[in-house]
């Protein structure tokens, strides 16, 4: 899947071998279930799913409600996992995955509790999955810090954090997919 700053980016990388949901190529959704799951129709030459998607609440610890920490967990980690989960068993002995997490699991904000708990989570889960996958799968996460190309955005909300180019981001994901390593977190800082 691909949208959005980075998924922009990492279609235009390898747009020969990518597709994203963004462009109606690869109607993937997360979370959802189907005869081939949230990875949509496959069309049996897939060797790798990449996702950059992932929606957390952003609010202060006293004013968050349980649905509000259900709705992150259900929007950043159970869809990745659910991407993964389901691609087991449609996709090829040597197919990699590449989730999305960010760097607040390691450096927390004010109003970014849940933000935290989503991206450490799938970090744990990556470096969990990665010793039952079958065959030669492999399963990874990138963790960037802000973009440059969203300091309009979220500048005053990541101040102080040193930003960093789209582009390298991207970089981190053929890096996961083109090589071999599994269970790793690329930190892109």
């Known amino acids: ?10 279609r235009g990388h390898r747009g020969q071998r990518a597709r994203g949901a963004a462009d109606g190529q690869f109607p993937a959704q997360l979370g959802v279930e189907g005869p081939y ?16 998607a992932g929606s957390v ?3 202060p610890l006293a004013e968050l409600t349980t649905a509000d920490i259900r709705g992150g967990l259900e929007g950043k980690v159970v869809g990745q996992i659910e991407l993964v989960r389901q691609g087991v ?6 197919a990699s995955y590449t989730l999305v997490t960010g760097i607040l699991a390691r450096e927390p904000l004010l109003t970014g509790s ?6 450490g989570a799938v970090e744990a889960f990556v470096r969990a999955a990665a010793i039952e996958l079958p ?6 996460a990138v963790s960037p810090t802000v973009f440059e190309e969203s300091l309009d955005v979220y500048g005053d909300t990541f101040a102080g954090f040193d930003a960093v180019p789209v582009a390298r981001a991207a970089n981190a994901y053929v890096k996961s997919i083109e090589g071999h390593r599994t269970g790793q977190i690329f930190r892109v800082e």
């Open 57 to 59: 609440p952003w609010r």
């Open 37 to 52: 799951g949230g990875l949509g129709p496959l069309q049996g030459r897939e060797d790798a799913v990449a996702c950059a």
């Open 89 to 94: 068993t449609h996709l090829p002995a040597h």
């Open 135 to 140: 065959g030669r799968q492999r399963v990874n």
């Open 114 to 119: 849940v933000a935290s708990l989503a991206n």
């Open 1 to 10: 899947m691909a949208h959005g700053e980075l998924g922009d980016e990492r």
